[in-house]
Antibody, heavy 119, light 107 residues
Framework: QVQLVQSGAEVKKPGASVQLSCKTS????????MHWMRQAPGQRLEWMGW????????RYSQKFQGRVTITRDTSASTAYMELSSLRSEDTAVYYC????????????WGQGTLVTVSS | DIQMTQSPSTLSASVGDRVTITCRAS??????LAWYQQKPGKAPKLLIY???SLESGVPSRFSGSGSGTEFTLTISSLQPDDFATYYC?????????FGQGTKLEIK
C-alpha cells in the first residue's frame, strides 16, 4: 500500500535551517506531485508548496517564498523540504502529502514531523 | 489569496443529531472545495472533495453541498467517532487555503 514516512522530530534555534524528508513506497514516485503543509499548535493548516516529482518543477506559497526549498531524489523515492531562517512562529507539525487522484486535492498523508524552534 | 471562513468555530451536539458546518470563500471557487476531519495528534482525513463527492470509505452520513462561495458539510446522524475538528479547503487556486476549523464537541 501507499506509504509516506517522514523523518523524526527536530529542535532548532532561531535563525537555523531544517530539512525534512518524506520517503515514499507503494507507488511510482515520479507519477505524483508532493505537497508540503504545516499546522502550528491550535492553528489552521497552511499549504507551503509542492514539487512535481516527475520533472522537479516547484511552486511555493508567497508566504514562504525565499525561505522554503522543496526537492526530490527520484532514485530514493523521497521528497525533501528545507525551511531556513527559522523563527518561533515556525514551530509546527509539517506534513508531506501526495497529490490526489482525479478531482481530489490530496491523497495519502505522511505521519507528520514536529519542528520546534526555541532558543 | 482566497480566504476561507468557517462557522461555527465550535459546535456542541449529541449522538444522533444532524449538524451542519458552513464554509465561505472570499472569491468564487466553483466547486473546488474539500472537507477534512482531524483528530488530535493525527493527520487530516479527506471526507468530501469537489464540494459534494464522498471519498471512498467515508460513511454516507457525511454529505457536502454548495458552489461558488458558500458550502456546507452535513452529518446526518452523529456517531461517537465523529467528534473531531473539521476543516474546509479550497483548491481552486494556489496557495491552497483552509478554514480555521470547526470543533465538534459532545453536548
Amino acid at each position: 500500500q501507499v506509504q509516506l514516512v517522514q523523518s523524526g522530530a527536530e529542535v532548532k534555534k532561531p535563525g537555523a535551517s531544517v530539512q525534512l524528508s518524506c520517503k515514499t513506497s507503494g507507488y511510482t514516485f515520479t507519477t505524483y506531485a508532493m505537497h508540503w503543509m504545516r499546522q502550528a499548535p491550535g492553528q489552521r493548516l497552511e499549504w507551503m508548496g509542492w514539487i512535481d516529482a516527475g520533472d522537479g518543477n516547484t511552486r511555493y506559497s508567497q508566504k514562504f517564498q525565499g525561505r522554503v526549498t522543496i526537492t526530490r531524489d527520484t532514485s530514493a523515492s523521497t521528497a525533501y523540504m528545507e525551511l531556513s531562517s527559522l523563527r518561533s512562529e515556525d514551530t509546527a507539525v509539517y506534513y508531506c502529502v501526495r497529490h490526489g487522484d482525479g478531482s481530489r486535492p490530496v491523497g495519502v498523508w505522511g505521519q507528520g514531523t514536529l519542528v520546534t524552534v526555541s532558543s | 489569496d482566497i480566504q476561507m471562513t468557517q462557522s461555527p468555530s465550535t459546535l456542541s451536539a449529541s449522538v444522533g443529531d444532524r449538524v451542519t458546518i458552513t464554509c465561505r470563500a472570499s472569491h468564487s471557487i466553483s466547486s473546488w472545495l474539500a472537507w477534512y476531519q482531524q483528530k488530535p495528534g493525527k493527520a487530516p482525513k479527506l471526507l468530501i472533495y469537489k464540494a459534494s463527492s464522498l471519498e471512498s470509505g467515508v460513511p454516507s452520513r457525511f454529505s457536502g453541498s454548495g458552489s461558488g462561495t458558500e458550502f456546507t458539510l452535513t452529518i446526518s446522524s452523529l456517531q461517537p467517532d465523529d467528534f473531531a475538528t473539521y476543516y474546509c479547503q479550497q483548491y481552486y487556486s494556489y496557495p491552497y487555503t483552509f478554514g480555521q476549523g470547526t470543533k465538534l464537541e459532545i453536548k
